[in-house]
């Protein structure tokens, strides 16, 4: 049975141990990288699936990192930072991080997000044609051919807007995605004048697939950085 590879770079000891010992207790692969010159060596040699990351290493900044991997490979990017400032996050994740936790972190959560990661990963490994043209996530179902969406068997009507808003999140499950990249994707701009629209749109949007506004089932809101589509 194949056992998933990840990269571990991080140069607090204490962390490294704590996320290698949980690695080893589910029962992944791992290497571990203490600075940026060596996570790249790595990256090249070990063919991750998964990189975790922490941004602040002794001889680069970690976005440069993710910079650098993303010049030649799609591969799922984790960042586990203690920066916990929005624009940290932002940054990361405009840079190519796929996802942004902050320390001290819940293991349970961790092990969440590495799941995640690593089923976007080998969604996106697959060979044309094999990825189904039909999304289903819950009771959420979109079908992408006909360009209908069902949420409990019953189809509901959305504005085209409202439509590549839950494409682009659901192409992107567990990955969270920051307000410039979405204006990018679906209005071709980058704005902060723009960003208004998005959040009425995201309300819209809400009210139509959500039981709860109030309590989100699928979508899933990163205050000052942007959206995620969660997997249930």
């Known amino acids: 049975m194949y056992k998933s590879k990840v990269l ?12 290698r010992t949980t690695l080893e207790t589910q029962e992944y692969q791992y290497h571990t990288a203490q600075n940026g010159s060596g996570a790249l060596m790595e990256v090249v040699s070990y063919h991750p699936d998964v990189v975790i990351l922490d941004l602040g290493l002794p001889d680069m900044d970690g976005v440069d990192i993710i910079k650098k991997i993303r010049s030649f490979s799609t591969m799922p990017i984790i960042v586990v930072s203690a920066r916990t400032e929005d624009q940290d996050k ?8 796929d996802d942004y936790l902050t320390k001290p972190f819940s293991i349970d959560e961790f092990l969440a997000r590495l799941r995640v ?21 819950g009771n959420l179902k979109i079908d992408y051919a006909a360009g209908c969406v069902y949420v ?3 189809e509901v009507h959305l504005t085209p807007i409202e439509y590549k808003l839950l494409c682009l999140l659901a192409q992107n499950t567990g990955k969270v995605l920051t307000h410039n990249y979405i204006l990018k994707e679906v209005w071709g701009s980058t704005l902060a004048s723009d960003i208004p629209s998005l959040r ?11 039981k709860s506004t109030s309590s989100p089932q699928y979508i899933q809101t990163h205050i000052g950085v942007g959206y995620r589509m969660i997997r249930q």
């Open 8 to 19: 571990v770079v991080e140069d607090d000891a204490a962390i490294s141990n704590l996320i």
């Open 200 to 210: 009425v749109f995201m309300a819209t949007l809400r009210k139509k697939i959500e």
């Open 152 to 154: 409990d068997s019953a």
């Open 117 to 137: 990661a690593l089923r976007r990963s080998h969604t996106e490994g697959a060979k044309p044609g094999e990825e189904s043209s039909v999304y289903v996530n």
């Open 90 to 97: 932002v940054d990361a994740l405009d840079a190519g991080a």
